[in-house]
């Protein structure tokens, strides 16, 4: 029977505007399964598929020949049927003729066997293939879909979605193609020899207690299909609070919260136990119901062949006859009604995988659109209006522009709407209205690809794939050489410390580049874009997890990646922006100031009150470091040195 944990839920999020699945048919499914089953790019699997079908029916007709020749052995042995001339060859006929039919039905068995898993073999990479395109597929939609959407949902439920969608897949095209078909095909062949060997009422008594089954079966399933949903349900909330703690793992340590985390799962789990047992005994329920209703139906069909036999209307072998096809009949019975169930769930598994391929993706390409032409690099913002949500405007009208090869810097209070700009330009949202330009062409009408391809990002929270240190500065650019990484890293003010690492370039970066300081991170981020060679470049507060001495030493090497490129930096310490051709200040959604930096020192608004305010806390914690030196032993060891390549874990 069916394991109750094999199908799993999708994630806890709002479903797409579309055709739910809940409301799907088996055929509606299939519909969209079948180019994957029936690939027209792919001859070899279509006739895989043919040959799967010829196996099925030879299978079957196999299959409803071992009843027969049990009939047959039968009969032998008891006599009937049989007319002996001479007592010579009535003596052969009883030794030799049970052998050979007992002989054929064991090689009619394992000819069943044989042509079945031939089937099955033949069969498996058409639907392997299947699960393969339609999961990758889905792979690349979820990385189409716009930053809106991932930020709306969990990682840990978004993974489950893929990984048990794809079982799902599997499990539809393999039970409809080598269970439910070959089991209406059985059945169909079953009720037709039944007429012909037997008579009307054999057919009537087997049809009546296959209705009754497949409906007991349908009632049931739909019963413990609401259970299974509670259990999938708990299922994925124990798996995302699991994966969501453990990726703030530093998080509970700083708090002290490992026994709070603790019980947080197990309450999930614990639901997920309640419901799981709940789903065990409806499956014994299920399992007892079949059983009874279909030995009903068994033991009406062989009391008519008994009273037969006494009447001598039958034979012994016609008894056995019964029996070994009713029993042959149970088989692709409690099949079909395990399809059902498998189906059902396989559904519920994918459910929301298919509800993630039918939504759109926020940010399309323009029918038409052609690649971004950089002949200059200038960037302009027009009167462009944004809002994360409707009921609260984060841009209210931003026109500025960077011209070509030079640098204009963005700084405000937290909040003002400094990052946004750079998700505007690389388009991971569209905006509300206005325009953005690069080189006078809208980013709207051309395609992502390109535009993406001509600006580089170093952004404020770098996070790095779990491999080296060499695969994440390649990022930046796949075809680089070696030399060209190596060069990048040390523009980067990387290479010294990556060579102190005792695996150099090879050093595992760990989840999330959690194995490195965060100033490290930053100078891989600033790495790879230095790779990449973009005509634009955006730093979106690029050295803000450096501390002050570290980020002096690399303020000279993003001068040089910055020169003669278009770059636009958002700013947090006002510091690194002192030699910006125009500075921006934002304030709510607006520019209240720009200038330069001398300029708006001299007009004395905020931009000089940040400065003032930046400026006086770096002279206090200059003083209280003096005061510290001050204070401390002539024979102090000097402070280590902020490297977490040598040490297994972050240094910051």
Request: a neutral charge; glycine letters at 6%; proline letters at 4%.
């Amino acid at each position: 029977m069916t394991d109750p944990h094999s199908s799993v839920p999708g994630v806890d999020a709002p479903e797409p505007v579309g055709t739910s699945l809940e409301q799907a048919t088996l055929f509606g499914t299939l519909t969209h399964l079948w180019p994957y089953i029936w690939p027209s790019d792919r001859a070899d699997l279509k006739m895989r598929v043919v040959w799967s079908m010829v196996l099925l029916l030879v299978a079957k007709l196999a299959t409803l020949s071992v009843p027969f020749t049990f009939k047959w052995a039968t009969d032998a042995l008891t006599g009937a049927n049989t007319a002996p001339v001479e007592a010579a060859n009535w003596q052969v006929w009883v030794l030799a003729a049970p052998l050979l039919l007992t002989l054929s039905y064991g090689a009619t068995r394992i000819l069943m066997a044989v042509l079945t898993q031939w089937r099955d073999g033949i069969f498996a990479r058409v639907a392997m293939h299947a699960v393969r395109k339609l999961a990758y597929r889905t792979f690349v939609h979820m990385h189409e879909l716009s930053l809106r959407f991932h930020l709306e949902r969990k990682t840990g439920g978004l993974t489950r979605v893929l990984e048990r969608g794809r079982e799902g897949i599997e499990v539809i095209v393999r039970m409809v193609i080598l269970q439910l078909i070959p089991t209406i095909v059985e059945v169909s062949l079953l009720m037709g020899v039944l007429f012909w060997q037997f008579d009307w009422r054999y057919v009537l008594a087997t049809l009546i207690t296959v209705v009754v089954y497949m409906y007991y079966t349908y009632i049931a399933t739909e019963w413990r299909i609401g259970i299974r949903r509670k259990m999938n349900d708990s299922d994925t909330e124990a798996n995302t609070k699991a994966i969501d703690s453990l990726l703030n793992y530093e998080t509970v340590k700083y708090f002290g919260a490992e026994t709070r985390e603790a019980q947080r799962y197990d309450r999930s789990v614990e639901r997920y136990e309640e419901a799981s047992v709940k789903t065990y005994t409806s499956l014994a329920v299920l399992n007892t119901g079949q059983a009874v209703i279909f030995t009903m139906g068994l033991t009406v069909t062989m009391l008519m062949c008994a009273i037969g036999v006494r009447n001598g209307h039958n034979t012994v072998g016609d008894f056995v006859l019964i029996n070994a096809m009713m029993i042959q009949l149970y088989q692709p019975l409690n099949f079909m009604g395990m399809v059902y169930r498998e189906i059902k769930q396989a559904i519920i598994d994918i459910e929301k995988m298919f509800n993630v391929l039918g939504r759109d993706p926020e940010i399309e390409d323009k029918p038409g659109a052609k690649p971004l032409v950089v002949s200059a690099g200038a960037v302009r913002f027009e009167d462009v209006r944004f809002a994360y949500e409707t009921q609260r405007p984060i841009l209210k009208g931003i026109s500025f522009e960077v011209p070509a090869g030079k640098t204009v810097a963005i700084v405000g209070p937290s909040g003002a709407g400094k990052s946004t700009i750079s998700r505007l330009l690389f388009r991971l949202y569209d905006i509300s209205g206005g325009k953005i330009l690069i080189d006078g062409q809208d980013i709207r009408d051309v395609t992502q690809n390109s535009l993406r391809a001509a600006i580089g990002m170093v952004p404020q929270d770098t996070v790095l794939f779990n491999d080296t240190i060499r695969y994440n500065i390649r990022y930046g650019r796949w075809d680089a050489g070696d030399a060209e990484v190596e060069e990048a890293a040390r523009l980067a003010q990387i290479d010294h410390f990556i060579r102190m690492a005792p695996k150099g370039y090879e050093t595992q970066v760990g989840e999330r580049g959690l194995k490195l300081s965060g100033g490290e991170k930053q100078r891989v981020a600033i790495a790879r874009t230095v790779l990449k060679a973009p005509p634009i470049l955006v730093l979106d507060e690029a050295t803000s997890a450096l501390d002050s001495h570290t980020e002096h030493e690399i303020q000279g090497a993003l001068d040089r990646v910055s020169k003669n490129r278009t770059s636009l930096v958002i700013a947090h310490r006002l510091s690194t922006i002192v030699g910006a051709d125009e500075i921006i200040v934002l304030d709510q959604g607006r520019i209240a100031e720009r200038g330069t930096h001398a300029h708006l020192l001299a007009v004395g608004g905020l931009y000089a009150s940040m400065w003032n305010r930046q400026r006086e806390a770096e002279a206090a914690r200059e003083k209280l470091a003096r005061m510290d030196d001050a204070n401390a032993a002539p024979n102090r060891e000097p402070p280590p040195v902020d490297d977490a390549l040598t040490a297994p874990a972050a240094a910051e």
